[in-house]
């Protein structure tokens, strides 16, 4: 698809008469044989001229040749993408929503998947795949080899401030009574827990 065939080289100018050691000359005609022809097949006629041998010495009878229009390979590297944990990402916004396939001036459209690619998936690396359809240019005249992008998920940042206690000199505070033990990260309804330390937390700070 998208590479016209020299009809003329494939299949020879010339055909041998059998008779005198003639040849008459021979030109083809398929209308499968441009440029934007799909994939499938088409007729190969044939007209039929003077060549050593004259052709109206000739009745010729031709049968139809047929010409097979196979898709075109195209090769294309799905980008990669980065999301911070708890915000998945729109990776039809991140990474574009058709692909040039070189041929033809015409695109493919593509669609993305990730395992990774929800707000509960953790830190760490994920495979980006593909599937391929119709752009301006159609899907079937086409055998596209996809390589996987990587989407990149990344830590969520948290800001959280320790709240203050009180105690009497002469009698530490239970930290983790006074403050918690958790607190909330504001994402998927998630907290995190917490363990204190102070050099004031004893029975002798002044």
């Known amino acids: 698809y998208g590479t016209p065939v020299n009809l003329?080289?494939?299949?020879?100018?010339?055909?041998s008469t059998g008779v005198n050691?003639?040849?008459?000359?021979?030109?083809?005609?398929?209308?499968?044989?441009?440029?934007?022809?799909?994939?499938?097949?088409?007729?190969i006629t044939?007209?039929?001229?003077?060549?050593?041998?004259?052709?109206?010495?000739?009745?010729?009878?031709?049968?139809?040749?047929?010409?097979?229009?196979?898709?075109?390979?195209?090769?294309?590297?799905?980008?990669?993408?980065?999301q911070t944990y708890g915000t998945p990402v729109n990776l039809a916004t991140a990474l574009g929503t058709t692909f040039n396939t070189g041929i033809n001036g015409e695109n493919l459209g593509i669609t993305y998947a990730s395992t990774g690619n929800?707000?509960?998936?953790?830190?760490?690396?994920?495979?980006?795949?593909?599937?391929?359809?119709?752009?301006?240019?159609a899907?079937?005249?086409?055998?596209?080899?996809?390589?996987?992008?990587?989407?990149?998920?990344?830590?969520?940042?948290?800001?959280?401030?320790?709240?203050?206690?009180?105690?009497t000199?002469?009698?530490p505070v239970n930290l983790a009574t006074a403050l918690g033990t958790t607190f909330n990260t504001g994402i998927n309804g998630e907290n995190l827990a917490i363990t204190y330390a102070s050099t004031g937390n004893t029975a002798t700070a002044h």
């Open 8 to 15: 003329a080289t494939a299949l020879g100018t010339t055909i």
């Open 21 to 43: 050691s003639q040849n008459l000359n021979i030109t083809y005609a398929s209308t499968g044989n441009t440029a934007t022809s799909h994939v499938g097949t088409y007729a």
């Open 46 to 82: 044939a007209t039929v001229a003077n060549g050593t041998g004259t052709a109206s010495d000739y009745t010729v009878n031709l049968t139809n040749g047929t010409l097979t229009v196979n898709p075109a390979t195209v090769n294309y590297t799905i980008a990669n993408a980065t």
């Open 118 to 137: 929800t707000a509960t998936a953790h830190k760490g690396t994920y495979s980006i795949t593909g599937t391929v359809a119709s752009g301006t240019g």
């Open 139 to 167: 899907s079937t005249d086409y055998t596209v080899n996809l390589t996987t992008g990587t989407l990149t998920v990344n830590p969520a940042a948290i800001n959280y401030t320790i709240a203050n206690t009180t105690q």
């Open 169 to 171: 000199y002469g009698t």
